[in-house]
């Protein structure tokens, strides 16, 4: 066994697909690339996550307390990786890396259209956010893109290595 497994674990144990996290404050839009969440409840759908108190979107979400969680495809990989290597603080990342903002229905944040999936998201519970950065989101609406049946999404290893989601199979199974 090596000695170097402890560096390893997040990219053993990555958690799902990139998002891209949508927030805004006072007509100003942000997106912040993200990939530390985690299924807690299926119905309503509770999504815990933690997000650096270093990013732009972590002062605006704690203080709107909603966002857009907005899931990505392979296409989009490359400006995963822009979104998730430059700050809001500096400049609109809607702007600079052509992504669209569409309206969402029950948060003020805006959607990302060339996403495949968008679900709106607002905080329901905060306590475990001063000492991990963990906010606990319930996602209230969930948009998908009928057109895209098998959804290659990407997901993080850690330092630059992505696994593009692919052959998907079905088994018997109890659990939901
Ligand atoms: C693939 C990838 C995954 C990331 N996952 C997270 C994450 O789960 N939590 C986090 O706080 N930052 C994560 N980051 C870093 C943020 O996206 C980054 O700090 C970003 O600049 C924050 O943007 P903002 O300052 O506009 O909020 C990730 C970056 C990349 C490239």
Redesign the pocket.
């Known amino acids: 066994m090596t000695l170097q497994l402890i560096t390893k674990v997040y990219g053993l144990l990555e958690p799902g697909p990139?998002v891209l996290?949508t927030?805004a404050h006072e007509g100003r839009a942000?997106?912040?690339?993200?990939?530390?969440?985690t299924m807690m409840e299926f119905e309503p759908p509770i999504v815990g996550?933690?997000?650096?108190n270093?990013?732009?979107?972590?002062g605006?979400l704690k203080q709107t307390k909603e966002c857009v969680s907005n899931i990505p495809t392979a296409e989009l990989a490359a400006t995963?990786?822009d979104?998730?290597?430059?700050?809001?603080?500096d400049f609109d990342?809607f702007e600079v890396f052509q992504l669209t903002p569409a309206a969402a229905s029950l948060v003020k944040t805006p959607l990302i259209d060339e996403c495949y999936a968008n679900l709106e998201c607002k905080v329901v519970d905060a306590r475990m956010v001063a000492k991990y950065?963990f906010f606990i989101l319930e996602v209230q609406k969930a948009w998908f893109a009928p057109s895209t049946k098998r959804p290659r999404t990407?997901h993080?290893q850690g330092k630059g290595m992505?696994m593009v989601a692919g052959r998907t199979i079905k088994l018997p199974t109890k659990v939901k």
Do not use: E, L, P, Q
């Open positions: 990139v996290v927030t942000n997106i912040m690339t993200m990939s530390w969440h996550c933690v997000i650096s270093r990013d732009y979107t972590f605006i995963v990786v979104c998730g290597n430059t700050s809001g603080r990342k950065n990407i993080h992505f």
